[in-house]
């Protein structure tokens, strides 16, 4: 069974879809989606929807984990996330996948143990559960696979939904 882990973003989105079938959970592939400054937010947008649907159709995810935008500083920042999540959100259960949201803090305490957790332990912890020697790059797909981890660490031990 397959999670894919989305950490949203309009310039770079990441993603990581972990295989939950066997002994041990393992990276299936990671990346980042990454759309141009220069064009308009509404083509970013839709090219962004184009990568997310082949991704889903690619992988047939059962669950599509997304991590939640909390608080922002930058309120344009905050409403392109959001509206990258929409669309997220919206692509997975046209597939028929789960959605579930999780919070910086959840994903931080379900990978490193505990909710203040920096980039640099994040990176460390994902390599280390998935057996992974080099990091992954853009981080953001580092952040991606720990969001998948998170609701992989959240299911009761045999079942996966």
Do not use: W
């Amino acid at each position: 069974m397959f999670v894919l882990g989305i950490d949203p973003g309009l310039t770079r989105c990441g993603y990581g879809c972990v295989d939950t079938g066997g002994r041990a959970s393992r990276a299936i592939a990671a990346g980042v989606i990454t759309t141009s400054k220069e064009h308009a937010v509404p083509h970013r947008l839709a090219e962004l929807q184009g990568e997310i649907r082949l991704l889903i159709a690619e992988y047939r995810p059962a669950v599509v984990a997304i991590e939640r935008v909390l608080f922002q500083h930058n309120v344009r920042t905050a409403m392109s996330v959001g509206q990258v999540s929409g669309i997220v959100m919206a692509e997975a259960i046209a597939a028929k996948a789960e959605v579930i949201e999780y919070s910086p803090n959840q994903v931080k305490q379900a990978v490193a143990g505990y909710g203040s957790a920096s980039k640099d332990e994040m990176e460390r912890m994902v390599q280390a559960l998935l057996g992974i020697k080099s990091p992954l790059r853009p981080v953001d797909a580092a952040d991606a696979v720990a969001v998948a981890l998170c609701h992989i660490a959240h299911q009761p031990a045999g079942v996966m939904r």
